[in-house]
């Protein structure tokens, strides 16, 4: 099995690097191969350029964008391992995907762009295992509160990985980790990194449908 984890922080020692390694280890126990695309190391440029936005409407493929779907069609896992900026990815994580998601590899509207926003949407990548992991530095009551946690998972697990066809995608917070007064916090949620990826490569792991999920959880919430 290989797994292509995307990571996004300027630190490779620091907490969110410990929770991606906690995260490695089951895979690395077990033998299989992992790929980390540490975003800040490679000086990856999330922004979405001229290029970008001319191959959006038909033209070429942007330098370097076709090595990344490479790496992600090379996958039978994906991870995404980040720190939770402002409720939500950091930016350089969500311009990677702005850039590497691309309309002709992962959707496509009717037989092209010349029928986007006239046919229906076609998922185009397979249904990859994936697993999101965000540490955060508020409390899960905070996310409970307000609702961050599903804000999140609509925009994300639905809005980008299943539209795009992932439809097996978790999503997993470790809460309230900032600052050393937090280090039982802190060494719980790389045991729970662990465990996570325990369960994501079980044999018996059952496949996750995100937007069915969402859309039933929506709707009993509609119904009461």
């Known amino acids: ?74 996958a039978d896992r994906l991870a995404f391992v980040y720190p939770v900026y402002w409720w939500g990815m950091p930016a350089m994580m969500k311009g990677w995907i702005e850039r590497v998601f691309t309309g002709g590899w992962a959707y496509q509207y009717g037989a092209g762009v010349d029928d986007r926003g006239k046919q229906p949407l076609h998922a185009l990548l397979p249904s990859i295992p994936t697993v999101l992991i965000g540490v955060g530095g508020s409390k899960q009551r905070t996310y409970d509160k307000y609702g961050y946690d599903e804000a999140m998972r609509t925009q994300i697990d639905v809005g980008i990985f299943a539209y795009c066809g992932i439809d097996d995608v978790e999503s997993h917070l470790i809460h309230d980790v900032e600052g050393e007064h937090n280090a039982p916090r802190r060494e719980a949620g790389i045991a729970q990194a662990g465990r996570i990826a325990e369960a994501f490569i079980a044999p018996d792991r059952v496949a996750r449908t995100a937007k069915a999920d969402h859309l039933a959880a929506r709707q009993g919430m509609l119904s009461r």
Do not use: K
């Open 1 to 74: 099995m290989q797994l292509l984890t995307v990571f996004s922080h300027p630190f490779t020692d620091r907490y969110p690097a410990a929770v991606m390694d906690a995260f490695h280890e089951p895979f690395r126990q077990a033998g299989h191969t992992i790929d980390v695309l540490d975003l800040h190391r490679e000086g990856f440029d999330p922004r979405f350029t001229e290029a970008d936005h001319a191959h959006f409407w038909g033209g070429p493929v942007p330098d370097g964008i076709a090595e990344m779907h490479r790496r992600v069609e090379a």
